[in-house]
């Protein structure tokens, strides 16, 4: 008889789903894709992956909304979208928003899991 194998999961994990599911649907609200003119459903999307970079996952500033054709298609593989993309999110929030996340993102010290949750 084959057992169900018990999930680990760390607190550390525990703690971070809920507040990168309320980051996701914050990021998603307005509901409209990036590009201007798509009509479809957003994705909640990570300007820095948040695999890669912990300290900006749950980041407003490191979230923006892109329909799964932009997100997966466009973002992640086609260099010509992602640099369309780029040039939006610029024009729209200013170089101190790349300027202060990037600064975020390469901080020594760990973003406040519980103040985020509260701020989001
Ligand atoms: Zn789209």
């Given at each position: 008889m084959r057992r169900t194998p018990i999930r680990r999961v760390s607190k550390k994990r525990q703690a971070y789903a809920p507040v990168r599911a309320l980051w996701g649907r914050v990021i998603r609200?307005?509901?409209?894709?990036?590009?201007?003119?798509?009509?479809h459903p957003p994705q909640a999307c990570h300007y820095w992956p948040e695999g890669k970079y912990k300290?900006?996952?749950?980041?407003?500033?490191n979230g923006f909304p892109a329909c799964f054709y932009h997100h997966i298609?466009?973002?992640?593989?086609?260099p010509d979208v992602q640099q369309q993309i780029k040039d939006i999110l610029l024009e729209q929030r200013g170089q101190r928003w790349y300027d202060r996340l990037k600064m975020r993102r390469d901080a020594a010290t760990r973003p406040d899991l519980a103040a985020i949750k509260v701020a989001l």
């Open positions: 609200q307005g509901g409209r894709c990036i590009i201007p003119g798509c009509p300290r900006v996952r749950v980041d407003l500033d298609e466009g973002w992640h593989k086609d």
